[in-house]
Nanobody, 120 residues
């Protein structure tokens, strides 16, 4: 079971940290996806033994996990209005690799979304 939280309404340039608390099992791949109104769900970042980022967030977002707390984080800095979306966390027991980590089918477990709104 995954539970995401930490979203909110912020101004452009601000920071937010999203958290995804995992329970029930150990996940070897965890990731964040987002879906803006009227758009397809898109990959944001993932973490296995390394990290992967979408080009649109590279250098601004940092994904991490604390295995002692079984929690994954997404530190989002320099937020832009185009970052506005519902952010969902996802996980899988298998290790994803390369481009596979960008694909929704790599993750069998999904949490509910947390909404992030960035005003200009």
């Amino acid at each position: 079971q995954l539970q995401a939280f930490g979203g909110g309404l912020v101004q452009a340039g601000a920071s937010l940290r999203l958290s995804c608390a995992a329970s029930g099992r150990t996940y070897n791949s965890m990731g964040w996806f987002r879906q803006a109104p009227g758009k397809e769900r898109e990959f944001v970042a993932s973490i296995t033994w390394r990290t992967y980022y979408a080009d649109s967030v590279k250098g601004r977002f940092t994904i991490s996990r604390d295995n002692t707390k079984n929690t994954m984080y997404l530190q989002m800095n320099s937020l832009k209005p185009e970052d506005t979306a519902v952010y969902s966390c996802a996980a899988d027991r298998a290790f994803c690799s390369g481009s596979g980590c960008y694909d929704v089918v790599a993750y069998h477990y999904w949490g509910q979304g947390t909404e992030v709104t960035v005003s200009s």
